[in-house]
C-alpha cells in the first residue's frame, strides 16, 4: 500500500512469482488513474493506465484494477523479473479544474524487491 | 526520440544563489509541468502551464518562478536559494484534455548548502 511516512513500505517477490502493488486514492470524484514505474535515479516512467468507466485493463505483462466503492487500485505484475525492482506509484487525475491542465496527485510508492 | 530532457543532472549551490533549471520537450504537448521529488512527501506540482504563454501555480509554489519560453521549453527559477528547496526537481508533459499521462525527465538533483 502507500506510505504515510518517511519510509516506503516493501514488497519482496520471488523471481517468476506475479506481484500486486496496492493503491488507495482520496477523491471519489477522480476520473483517470495511472500506474508508473521510477528506477533508481530516473524519472517516473508511464506503465498503464485506467479511465473510470472501466474496472480492469491489461497490458503487457501488467494488469490494473479499479475499484472505485472503495477507492481502490491496484497494479498486477506477472512473472517478475529483476528488472521490475523499482518504486512503484499512483496517480488520480483531479477533476477538471477549468485552468486548462488535468491535474495528477501521486501517491508515496511503494518498493518492488525481486529476489533471483 | 528524447522525450522530456532536463538540464543539468546536477548541481550543488550556496544558500542564497540564484539558479534555472531548463526542461525541453519533442512530444509537441501543450501542457507542462515541474515537481519536487522529496522522501517521503511523494511529488509535489510547483508550477504548470497549459499552453505557451501561460502559467499557474501548483501545491509548492513559493520560492520558484517559471517562464514558458515556447511550446517545447519550461524552465524553473530559484531567485534565492534555500536549503528547504534541495530536492529532486522532475519536469514533465502532456497532450491537453482528459485522459492524458504526463511524460517525465529524468530529474535535476539539486542540493542547496
Known amino acids: 500500500g502507500e506510505s504515510v511516512g518517511l519510509h516506503l513500505p516493501t514488497l519482496s517477490v520471488q523471481e517468476g512469482d506475479n506481484s500486486i502493488i496496492n493503491c488507495a486514492y482520496s477523491?471519489?470524484?477522480?476520473?483517470?488513474f495511472i500506474w508508473y514505474k521510477q528506477e533508481s535515479g530516473k524519472g517516473p516512467q508511464f506503465i498503464i493506465d485506467?479511465?473510470?468507466?472501466?474496472d480492469k485493463r491489461q497490458g503487457q505483462r501488467v494488469t490494473v484494477l479499479l475499484n472505485k466503492t472503495v477507492k481502490h487500485l491496484s497494479l498486477q505484475i506477472a512473472a517478475t523479473q529483476p528488472g521490475d525492482s523499482a518504486v512503484y506509484f499512483c496517480?488520480?487525475?483531479?477533476?477538471?479544474?477549468?485552468?486548462?491542465?488535468?491535474?495528477?496527485?501521486f501517491g508515496k510508492g511503494t518498493k518492488l524487491s525481486v529476489i533471483p | 526520440n528524447a522525450g522530456v530532457t532536463q538540464t543539468p543532472k546536477f548541481q550543488v549551490l550556496k544558500t542564497g544563489q540564484s539558479m534555472t533549471l531548463q526542461c525541453a520537450q519533442d512530444?509537441?504537448?501543450?501542457?507542462m509541468y515541474w515537481y519536487r521529488q522529496d522522501p517521503g512527501m511523494g511529488l509535489r506540482l510547483i508550477y504548470y502551464?497549459?499552453?505557451?504563454?501561460?502559467?499557474d501555480k501548483g501545491e509548492v509554489p513559493n520560492g520558484y518562478n517559471v517562464s514558458r519560453l515556447n511550446k517545447r521549453e519550461f524552465s524553473l527559477r530559484l531567485e534565492s536559494a534555500a536549503p528547504s528547496q534541495t530536492s529532486v526537481y522532475f519536469c514533465?508533459?502532456?497532450?491537453?484534455?482528459?485522459?492524458?499521462?504526463?511524460?517525465f525527465g529524468d530529474g535535476t538533483r539539486l542540493s542547496i548548502l
Open positions: 514533465a508533459s502532456s497532450d491537453n484534455g482528459w485522459n492524458q499521462p504526463q511524460h
Open positions: 477523491n471519489s470524484a477522480s476520473d483517470y
Open positions: 485506467i479511465r473510470s468507466n472501466m
Open positions: 496517480a488520480e487525475n483531479l477533476p477538471y479544474s477549468g485552468a486548462g491542465s488535468y491535474q495528477l496527485t
Open positions: 512530444m509537441n504537448h501543450n501542457s
Open positions: 502551464s497549459a499552453s505557451e504563454g501561460t502559467t
